[in-house]
């Protein structure tokens, strides 16, 4: 069972394959691209479709479409992947499409997924990886409790110049103060 998560800037709720549509508009946002790379060449809508329409049945990791509460529109994912039962841990990723920005539908949503990772699946450790030249995101993740382990030097050229990437990690014990501290 795939959870739905609400809070009062959005709704985390499991994948259909019609989200497709919409996700494939994100992908293709000038800004999603700076941030996470082209899509694949091999990627196609039909892919798309069958991908997310898998994703429900998915034993080993949670992907939820991050929803506007008002009006039910798809404005993004998050996701918990790459599950390692013996050490507790998994993988976190984000992607918020144009009309989800800049109103803390991102952090909701980030919040909202860890908070259920720790609290719900028992999780020790989540981490993350992200673009050093994505500030937007890593002031979210910071905001969550996510704390720099790293950074990877020169990983992709992207537009004509090497970018690092920051590796990024949160343990149950920190989520747990954050959140004791938070009202």
């Known amino acids: 069972m795939k959870p ?3 809070g009062e800037k959005t ?3 499991p994948f259909t394959s019609a989200d497709a549509d919409v996700i494939w508009e994100i992908i293709q946002d000038p800004e999603v691209i700076r941030f996470t790379g ?3 060449t091999e990627l196609t809508l039909d892919l798309l479709r069958f991908w997310y329409g898998k ?3 998915a034993p080993d990791r ?3 479409a991050v929803t506007d509460p008002a009006t039910g529109e798809l404005l993004g994912e998050v996701v918990l992947y790459e599950w390692d039962p013996g050490a507790r841990s998994c993988t976190f990723r984000t992607l918020i499409g144009p009309r989800g920005r800049g109103r803390g539908v991102g952090t909701e949503a980030t919040r909202l997924i860890i908070g ?3 609290a719900q699946l028992g999780l020790h450790r989540i981490q993350l990886e992200a673009y050093a030249h994505n500030h937007r995101a890593l002031r979210v993740y910071e905001k969550a409790g996510f704390v720099t382990e790293g950074v990877r030097r020169e990983v992709e050229m992207r537009e004509g110049e090497w970018v690092d990437e920051v590796v990024m990690g949160i ?3 920190e989520w747990a103060a954050l959140n004791s501290t938070v009202r």
């Open 55 to 57: 994703r429900t049945t």
């Open 38 to 40: 082209e899509p694949s």
């Open 11 to 13: 709704v985390l709720r």
């Open 116 to 118: 259920y990772g720790f």
């Open 171 to 173: 343990l149950d014990r």
């Open 62 to 64: 949670l992907d939820l």
């Open 4 to 6: 739905v998560l609400t």
